[in-house]
T-cell receptor, first 111, second 114 residues
Framework: KQEVTQIPAALSVPEGENLVLNCSFT??????LQWFRQDPGKGLTSLLL?????REQTSGRLNASLDKSSGRSTLYIAASQPGDSATYLC??????????FGAGTRLAVHP | EAGVTQFPSHSVIEKGQTVTLRCDPI?????LYWYRRVMGKEIKFLLH????????ESGMPNNRFLAERTGGTYSTLKVQPAELEDSGVYFC????????????FGEGSRLTVL
């Protein structure tokens, strides 16, 4: 049974720091991995989608890597800003977009 | 282009009552998914429609939950009768293809059962 773990559960950093969020999964047989952002009371916004054949994806200040064999992904946020404060969710797909989510990392970036 | 829309945004009902949640996917998206997060837990898959057919309903918790997608457009998720443990946020998502790709989520419907 696939399990997804995110570390840390919460993170508070000063503005401008570079930071890394970690995601691990127990079964390497995945189709893809997605990172989402969720603001309080809002839906999920897809940040980056990495297919199983890919190693990383980049969008602006965000970079996500995938090491399928070791069951790990990292989300790197460069030069963090207060507007980056949100919960970041990692999810893996075992097929047909049936996602298994981690519990998330709550990020607070203070000025 | 409109995103995935869900209604209501918040519903408060008594235990034993019925609630119906509605989801309108992005136009043209044949694939529609329901997920939910109950208090303190991760978001979990409930079911997947391809057009009007249920592709996978393995995540539906019990027979008090009924999902429909008449005509392959919008979908409803009915909970009857509601129990306290059904409280949580119900998310709908849609995607263009069955082959794994980007999922677009709605803002969720928060259900509170008293």
């Amino acid at each position: 049974k696939q399990e997804v773990t995110q570390i840390p559960a919460a993170l508070s950093v000063p503005e401008g720091e570079n930071l890394v969020l970690n995601c691990s999964f127990t079964d390497s047989a995945i189709y893809n991995l997605q990172w989402f952002r969720q603001d309080p009371g809002k839906g999920l916004t897809s940040l980056l989608l990495i297919q199983s054949s890919q190693r990383e994806q980049t969008s602006g200040r965000l970079n996500a890597s995938l090491d399928k064999s070791s069951g790990r992904s990292t989300l790197y946020i460069a030069a963090s800003q207060p507007g980056d404060s949100a919960t970041y969710l990692c999810a893996v797909s075992g097929g047909y977009n049936k996602l298994i989510f981690g519990a998330g990392t709550r990020l607070a970036v203070h000025p | 282009e409109a995103g995935v829309t869900q209604f209501p945004s918040h519903s408060v009902i008594e235990k034993g009552q019925t609630v119906t949640l509605r989801c309108d996917p992005i136009s043209g998206h044949d694939n529609l998914y329901w997920y939910r997060r109950v208090m303190g837990k991760e978001i979990k898959f409930l079911l997947h429609f391809v057009k009007e057919s249920k592709q996978d309903e393995s995540g539906m918790p019990n027979n008090r939950f009924l999902a429909e997608r008449t005509g392959g457009t919008y979908s409803t998720l009915k909970v009857q009768p509601a129990e306290l443990e059904d409280s949580g946020v119900y998310f709908c998502a849609s995607s263009l293809t069955v082959v794994d790709g980007e999922l677009f989520f709605g803002e969720g419907s928060r259900l509170t059962v008293l």
